[in-house]
């Protein structure tokens, strides 16, 4: 993979892959610790996020909170899968835009009702798309993203998470 | 729900829950916009976010991407909601840290290979917890986070994502 300062573009991305599959393994990684209250801080790489809950849910509102995040992530891996499919299909898109929402009822984190999930009960996704070609290339484009999204994948499917947890007396 | 300068603290929000279950409905939101390249730019109530790729995936790195995020929002809701469930069990909780791997295959987001999924095909998630009690009561602890938190249900089961895609063509 490239490590020089500008972008890779998509197709050398792609000629590396089906030369050599292996070099489509990517794993990525957020490492990050409970400071006070619920405040967390996190590192991606050389990013460095700071996560919190709104003053309502306890926190101190220095950040998103963790279910506002994964939103986040969706409705940009939307938009960033719809940049990489338009080049791919060769479609012009000038705009995407996305509002993304999720509902939680706070009784399943808190473990006050049975039954109610603590993730989320419904997902909006709502996604803006302009550009110059016929509308049925749009459609044809957002079907493709919809195959292709990691995110899209990763919240809508099941995912085993293997956990580990290491306890340390003190 | 409060609105003072100071996090609220968790007894009200259950009390406040507990004498009106409708004051448990949340719903967390993300809105955002497809800029140069794969970089976007996200708002989160009052929270900017930039959202990018590394360069050797296209991108110019100006923050973490998508799929990062994800991982970010799953060890940062595990080790919030461990802040709350040790309260809510009385276990006193000195430390939380976590490190969270997801490994993913390109090929799934590049449509190069037939079967190949493009969300993470594994996920590792570590977490350290240091503290003065007996280690059972940690074990305790993990047990009941990794029931309630949020995060780890919406990676960990399957959510549907109602998606709506408006087009226009200029």
Not at 9 to 34: C, E, H, K, M, Y
Not at 70 to 92: E, F, N, P, S
């Amino acid at each position: 993979m490239s490590t020089e300062a500008t972008p890779t573009p998509l197709s050398d991305v792609i000629a590396a892959i089906t030369s050599d599959p292996a070099a489509a393994a990517f794993t990525a990684r957020a490492a990050g610790q409970l400071r006070e209250g619920v405040r967390c801080e996190a590192t991606v790489r050389t990013h460095d996020l700071v996560i919190d809950e709104p003053l309502a849910l306890g926190g101190t509102d220095a950040g998103p909170n963790p279910v506002e995040l994964v939103l986040t992530a969706l409705g940009t891996c939307q938009a960033i899968t719809y940049r990489i499919w338009a080049a791919l299909l060769d479609i012009r898109l000038d705009t995407v835009r996305f509002v993304t929402e999720g509902d939680l009822d706070l009784r399943g984190l808190l473990g006050l009702a049975e039954g109610v999930r603590p993730g989320f009960t419904a997902i909006r996704h709502r996604i803006e798309l302009v550009g110059p070609e016929p509308a049925h290339r749009y459609t044809e484009l957002a079907r493709a993203v919809d195959e292709h999204c990691p995110v899209l994948d990763i919240v809508g499917q099941t995912e085993p998470v293997d956990r580990e947890v290491t306890i340390s007396t003190t």
